[in-house]
């Protein structure tokens, strides 16, 4: 094919998703997110319409066809500037400059500069007065939450930027107002952490990825990364998040707010797993978080009930009141370090985006530990990533997941996503009784399901 006729292909694809993605909107009466600051947030499609694959296939397709319209040089150009993107986004999150925007009509910068800086320094002043809060002992860059004062043009420079992504929009020279994504970040607090954690922690983080090869050549230690490097000690990422309160938090809240993300929605885990099987059984959820998986899954599955553990350190203070009070007999919330010995004896065991934030000696120990309180016939159900192979490009969007994911993991914890034979060779290194019996990914997900059945007999 001629590279003509490759963006004429892309184009004619394009329109025809298009056509099918607005065909089915306008039969169900439903109207397209926009960034009018009243459109909805998502496209609810449901999955297996064909609407839903053309919605996924015009991002890949709208890429591809952006790419050959810049062509190879500009392209590199505009990667290299990616980072700007990042810093524009950290500029207005970090000053968490959409809540001081008003929800309706606009303001202008002046007003906005004056009001971002007067409640700064009333919260740095209360805070001198009274508890001080502790500098992040993770690193030397300022806390969120005692931001330094900031000049105008700085204000104003880095809103301009981040309009050009559709954060904010100037209604007029010199005067600002919200867009949806904007609006997001002051009323959404999940989406506001989820930004928080990526420009705040893991960009810093990232850019420590050479520092961290330099200092500890060749190493595959869990403690020597670029977040030991940026920290500045040898520390894994949950040591780490033991010790910086505010890091942790924006880690959690990030964590619930990937269940709410396209491919990472907890619809599939739900949907994609028979829980039903499992009759009236118990299924312990190690590494749960804040128990957002075991609710939506006893949610639809009534018989189930679920232990959710976690380390103590990491429930977010809003948690109690998140097991519906219907659930509560059901799902309970408890703390257990995963690496001692299992004390919950359960008919399943769920590691949810657990076992791929650990090296394979981690996993192993992880899965060990499970084994003093497994009987004959118990499931280990493992939903996580699984690398594609190299260029397969089968989903698009589930494979740049899963490589930002696998990159991710190595700058955190010298871990790493896994492909299939991995995720068997990880269960065969931790005994041969953890039987595999089957990997699959539902439909649009972004991650498998890899089951296991301890096999005593
Ligand atoms: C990436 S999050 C996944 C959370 C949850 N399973 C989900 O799918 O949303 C990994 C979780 O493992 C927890 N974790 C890490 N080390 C742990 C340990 N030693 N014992 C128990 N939980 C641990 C973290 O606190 C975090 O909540």
Not at 143 to 148: E, K, V
Not at 238 to 264: H, I, K, N, P
Request: glycine share 6%; charged share 20%.
């Amino acid at each position: 094919m001629t590279s003509i006729s490759q963006i004429r292909r892309l184009a004619r694809q394009i329109l025809d998703d298009t056509e099918v993605l607005t065909g089915h909107l306008e039969a169900q009466g439903i109207d397209a997110p926009s960034f009018n600051p009243d459109s909805v947030d998502v496209y609810s499609i449901p999955k297996d319409e064909p609407a839903s694959k053309a919605r996924k296939d015009l991002v890949a397709s709208t890429k591809e066809l952006r790419d050959l319209a810049m062509g190879p040089k500009e392209n590199l150009q505009m990667l290299g500037w990616e980072s700007f993107n990042i810093l524009s986004l950290h500029f207005v999150t970090f000053y968490n400059i959409a809540s001081f925007v008003p929800f309706e009509g606009e303001i202008s910068y002046e007003d906005l500069c004056a009001k971002v800086n007067s409640h700064n320094n009333n919260n740095n002043n209360n805070n001198n007065k009274n508890s001080c809060p502790a500098p992040s002992p993770s690193s030397n860059s300022p806390s969120p939450s005692s931001p330094p004062p900031v000049r105008l043009s700085i204000l104003r420079r880095n809103l301009r930027h981040a309009i050009l992504n559709n954060i904010f929009r100037e209604t007029r020279p010199g005067f600002v107002a919200h867009t949806r994504p904007s609006l997001l970040l002051a009323t959404d607090t999940l989406m506001y952490s989820w930004s928080l954690y990526w420009t705040h922690y893991m960009w810093p983080v990232a850019t420590n990825w050479a520092a961290a090869l330099q200092r500890w050549p060749g190493s595959e230690d869990e403690k020597h990364t670029a977040l030991a490097a940026w920290a500045g000690k040898e520390a894994n990422l949950y040591d780490v998040l033991g010790r910086d309160a505010e890091m942790q938090r924006a880690f959690q809240a990030a964590v619930e707010a990937t269940g709410t993300s396209e491919g990472y929605d907890i619809a599939f885990t739900v949907d994609g797993y028979p829980w039903d099987k499992l009759g009236e059984g118990t299924v312990v959820d190690l590494g749960g978080s804040q128990g957002q998986a075991s609710v939506a899954i006893a949610s639809s599955f009534p018989s189930l009930k679920f232990v959710v553990q976690d380390l103590p350190g990491a429930r977010l203070p809003s948690t109690a009141g998140k097991i519906p009070s219907r659930l509560s007999s059901r799902v309970s919330l408890t703390a257990h370090d995963f690496f001692s010995p299992q004390p919950v004896s359960a008919d399943a065991y769920l590691l949810r985006f657990v076992l791929h934030s650990f090296p394979d000696g981690a996993g192993v120990d992880v899965l060990r530990a499970l084994i003093p309180s497994l009987e004959n016939g118990a499931r280990i159900i493992i939903n996580d990533g699984v690398l594609p192979e190299a260029g397969a490009r089968r989903d698009a969007a589930a494979e740049k997941a899963t490589r930002s994911m696998d990159v991710a993991m190595w700058l955190v914890m010298n871990a790493g996503e896994r492909d299939l034979g991995d995720w068997k060779n990880l269960l065969r290194m931790a005994d041969e009784r953890f039987v595999f019996s089957g990997a699959w990914r539902p439909e649009g997900a972004t991650a498998w399901f890899i089951e296991a059945v301890w096999t005593t007999a």
